[in-house]
């Protein structure tokens, strides 16, 4: 599940220091600035001082004011002693905590009708307002009062080079610190910001109505494989439905082939666009004949006019806007890594390229074909095979859930138990409890953080008129995982700056930590094994997480690779996106998926919606996978459950470091793809 991060959208927190390309002040009134400081404040650290001076330089529009008026809130507004500064910040902290939760708990109040059950049928207004966010404008109205200039002034932001250097010697405080320098170190107007939300808005509904009929294909022999009306939405249910088809169940193969032919016509485009989210045709993917359903008569239709990429390109051309604006980091490639995952395009390559190539996963391929049979297709990145079946069936399970949970209240009330279960003791575990509200949701569930401490988490999850089903409950106890990891990070945190964890990765992390144990929290015989993951079904989940990342991880490096190609030709077209997509998802499979799985050239890795509507998002996940793995690893260590409790809320009370940093605090050492395969070794 996406998280919603709240904290992000409310104050535009981008790591970085800017160069506006439109700066007033030049370096003579820089250099006046930092004479008249030094002279108000002869003890002050002047490197310091000039960092601080030369950000707010570069953030200084005319409407600000004159060169005098820079200069006089230099002079005024810098403070030298240690006690005045953290005076300062923690007013700052209080006024950023205080608008942040006000903010978001009249967001939360005015989006409860469109995202609730039991609040009435949401009208037009209540979709309209649900799109409102009261803070849109607050950084502008805190440059406005000149609070963000005081701000960048006296608490400069780092660079990720420097914060991964520094970092290592800095205390909690100096963090906090550095943390402070990044709330309003960029200065984007809003309409700027909103014109990307709108195309990345329509990315998102143009991919969330993108549904492939499939009682409407045939093959070419003009069967249905396909009988009952099915709606699969591209590629989240397609994938599914491929991956259900490693069961024995009919024309498996079959079906595995055509939903492989389906997804390559949607990367090519050449999908006829009468068959997207319509039932009055019938389609054969191999030859892509088009027949009216009703009259069976074949008809001519066009094909999809590379919309597909057109939602990218406009999303490309939206954050060229961006890069305007930062001079220090003029593209969405950068700020991705450099600001929001804090890991470097580089490294994040070395891990997932030593991944991709080493003999572990020529091993784990080998050992599918054995299982399968046969030769690998290229589908069989999605092997399925691997996924430990529980001995009791769903129903059962649906049963259970049922009857411990008719409404999202009885789950609430169960959280603390399962939390001691898991290892917590009985007071931290009520604690948590008491900020965790359960609420009965629309959609199939998500946890909404809480930004402030008068705030409780909330995890919504969907409960039907019998209660909750076992699908439902396995999702409520991964968004659980999300909540108590935001009540950890924010109510146990020394200091506000810090709440939250380094990035989405690390928050998904601990919510498969909560949802590989969901059986555990049900089964009372399974207690006794305490918080291990279970060694009868370890081999499967292992195989079964290297397979997945070795997946991810291409289609990342496909996602990667387009987006540096779009800004290598920004002027290009649909078309010509479209072709340079086919290419690089080919380069990627030649280079680390033909030799295990066959076909040159096959571009299937482009097949990801995520790439068409979340511009650069995929590369979190496998950053967040090999954080649950090294975390796993080392809770693994653990001798009882209290110990695993105890080093969990130790690990997530660490806050906003970078990722190496914190992982280096909780397992001893930085990200790495080691430990994985160190443990597949192990075991083949
Ligand atoms: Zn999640």
């Known amino acids: 599940m996406r998280r919603i991060a709240i904290i992000a959208s409310i104050v535009i927190m981008m790591v970085h220091p800017t160069q506006a390309t439109n700066s007033m002040i030049g370096e003579s009134t820089i250099q006046q600035a930092l004479s008249a400081l030094a002279q108000t404040h002869p003890q002050a650290d002047m490197a310091l001082a000039e960092r601080g001076v030369r950000q707010l330089a570069a953030l200084w529009l005319e409407a600000d004011g004159h060169e005098e008026e820079f200069v006089d809130l230099v002079a005024t507004q810098y403070i030298a002693d240690a006690e005045g500064k953290k005076l300062l910040f923690d007013r700052l902290s209080y006024i950023l905590e205080q608008c942040a939760q006000s903010a978001d708990m009249l967001n939360n109040t005015l989006q409860e009708p469109t995202v609730l059950l039991g609040k009435g049928e949401p009208t037009m207004v209540d979709w309209i307002i649900s799109g409102y966010s009261p803070m849109a404008h607050f950084a ?48 984007i107007p809003g309409s700027v910001y909103a014109h990307s939300a709108q195309a990345m808005n329509q990315a998102e509904n143009y991919i969330s109505g993108y549904n492939v009929m499939m009682h409407c294909v045939r093959n070419e022999d003009g069967q249905a494989l396909w009988n009952e009306p099915m709606a699969l939405l591209s590629h989240w249910n397609l994938r599914d439905e491929l991956k259900s088809n490693y069961a024995q169940v009919p024309n498996a193969r079959e079906k595995q082939e055509m939903i492989y032919q389906i997804m390559l016509r949607i990367i090519h485009q050449d999908i006829p666009e009468c068959v997207v989210n ?16 009703e009259s069976g008569v074949v008809v001519e239709r066009g094909r999809e006019p590379d919309t597909r990429y057109q939602h990218i390109l406009n999303i490309f051309h ?79 399970l649906t049963a259970q859930t049922q009857k411990l949970y008719p409404t999202a209240l009885a789950y609430e009330q169960d959280i603390a138990r399962m939390l001691m279960d898991l290892g917590f003791d009985a007071d931290k575990a009520h604690e948590i409890q008491s900020h965790i509200v359960v609420e009965a949701a629309r959609g199939s569930g998500h946890a909404r953080p809480c930004v402030g401490r008068e705030q409780p ?60 144990r969901d059986m555990q929290l049900l089964n009372e015989q399974a207690k006794e094994r305490g918080s291990k993951a279970q060694s009868a079904t370890e081999v499967n989940e292992l195989l079964d997480m290297i397979w997945g990342m070795y997946e991810i991880m291409g289609v990342s490096l496909v996602d990667m690779a387009m987006w540096q ?69 080392h809770l693994a260590k653990c001798s009882s459950p209290a110990e695993f409790a105890k080093e969990y809320i130790r690990i997530y009370q660490q806050g906003k470091l970078t990722p190496n940093a914190w992982m280096i605090g909780a397992v001893g050492q930085p990200m790495s793809v080691e430990p994985i395969l160190r443990a597949v070794r192990k075991v083949l």
């Open 140 to 187: 502008e109205d805190m440059f406005a009062n000149k609070i963000a200039h005081i701000c960048v002034l006296n608490f400069p932001a780092y660079t990720l080079d420097e914060k991964n250097t520094l970092g290592q010697q800095w205390t909690r405080l100096e963090w906090a610190y550095a943390r402070m320098g990044e709330v309003f170190n960029t200065r």
């Open 278 to 293: 319509n039932e009055d045709y019938c389609w054969k993917p191999y030859s892509n004949e088009v027949q009216e359903r």
């Open 318 to 396: 939206a954050m060229q806007q961006v890069d305007a604006y930062r001079a220090d980091a003029p593209s969405h490639v950068l700020r991705t890594f450099n600001d929001d995952l804090e890991i470097t395009q580089e490294e994040i390559e070395r891990l997932f390229t030593t991944l991709l190539q080493s003999d572990e996963i020529k091993a784990v391929a080998a050992i599918i074909r054995e299982r399968l049979g046969r030769d690998l297709r290229p589908y069989d990145i999605w092997y399925d095979g691997f996924k430990s079946r529980s001995g009791v069936s769903e129903d059962d």
């Open 457 to 516: 988490a909330r995890l919504r999850t969907r409960i039907g008129g019998q209660g909750m089903d076992y699908k439902g409950y396995n999702i409520a106890v991964h968004e659980m995982g999300h909540n108590v990891e935001e009540v950890i990070s924010l109510y146990d945190m020394d200091y506000y700056l810090l709440a939250g964890i380094p990035n989405t990765g690390f928050t998904e992390a601990s919510a498969f930590l909560f949802q590989q």
């Open 565 to 633: 190609w779009l800004y290598d030709h920004p002027q290009a077209s649909a078309a010509e996106l479209r072709d340079a997509v086919v290419r690089i998802a080919g380069d990627v499979w030649n280079k680390y998926y033909a030799p295990l799985l066959g076909e040159q050239d096959c571009p299937l890795l482009g097949i990801y919606s995520h790439m068409v509507g979340y511009a650069l998002y995929l590369p979190g996940y496998p950053i967040g996978q090999l954080v649950q793995f090294q975390l796993e690893e």
